[in-house]
Antibody
Framework: EVQLVESGGDLVQPGGSLTLSCTASGFTLSDYWMTWVRQTPGKGLEWVANINRDGSARQYLDSVKGRFTISRDNTKNSVFLQLSSLRVEDTAIYYC??????????WGRGALVTVSS | DVVMTQTPHSLSVTPGQPASISCKST???????????LFWYLQKPGQPPQLLIS???NRFSGVPDRFSGSGSGTDFTLKISRVEAEDSGVYYCMQGVRLPWTFGHGTTVEIK
């Protein structure tokens, strides 16, 4: 059974940093690109970042470029999202997803990031 | 960015009746590879979204055949032939033809 489990969500002050982790099971992580999607009450669902199978290519939403970094460790079945220079508007539930053919076929349950002073 | 516009914002449906949701994009979702990158998701309260339809009309594994997707280019429709109580939630369309991949704002389906 395919499972994606996010961890690392927390309350952080504006300007702060945080790293989210996604642990994958039930499939061979190195066979798939991986994606982070976030959800806020105001902006709804928003694609954040992609990473290719070996981590050599990354794609980002413009508003997070230079602040967020997606990475992966296939030997540990894990994908990461480093968030820095956090803003109030980055407050969201962050989902780890698997995008074969650009369709998000499996999702984790999400990690809540709250940016507030 | 490709803007995805869903209508209606919400609808209330009697069990057994049909339901239809429209999704329009500001650019064609037909890619050079011949694939139409339009997807439909359903999000139930407290859960992540779940994939219903990919490439405009392909039902994902395990999705009941009362769900169907249609359309091409910039105009798409999700239809539920006979709504059941478990179909309540928020439905989203999403485009994957151009980065950033973007979602519609959602259509809330309430079962009467």
């Amino acid at each position: 059974e395919v499972q994606l489990v996010e961890s690392g969500g927390d309350l952080v002050q504006p300007g702060g940093s945080l790293t989210l982790s996604c642990t994958a099971s039930g499939f061979t992580l190195s066979d798939y690109w991986m994606t982070w999607v976030r959800q806020t009450p105001g902006k709804g669902l928003e694609w954040v970042a992609n990473i290719n199978r070996d981590g050599s290519a990354r794609q980002y939403l413009d508003s997070v470029k230079g602040r967020f970094t997606i990475s992966r460790d296939n030997t540990k079945n894990s994908v990461f999202l480093q968030l820095s220079s956090l803003r109030v508007e980055d407050t969201a539930i962050y989902y780890c997803t698997r995008p074969p053919g650009r369709r998000f076929d499996y999702w984790g349950r999400g990690a809540l990031v709250t940016v507030s002073s | 960015d490709v803007v995805m516009t869903q209508t209606p914002h919400s609808l209330s449906v009697t069990p057994g009746q049909p339901a239809s949701i429209s999704c329009k994009s500001t650019e064609t979702l037909l890619d050079r590879d011949g694939t139409t990158y339009l997807f439909w998701y359903l999000q139930k309260p407290g859960q992540p979204p779940q994939l219903l339809i990919s490439e405009a009309f392909n039902r994902f594994s395990g999705v009941p055949d009362r769900f169907s997707g249609s359309g091409s280019g910039t105009d798409f429709t999700l239809k539920i032939s006979r709504v059941e109580a478990e179909d309540s939630g928020v439905y989203y369309c999403m485009q994957g033809v151009r980065l950033p991949w973007t979602f519609g704002h959602g259509t809330t389906v309430e079962i009467k």
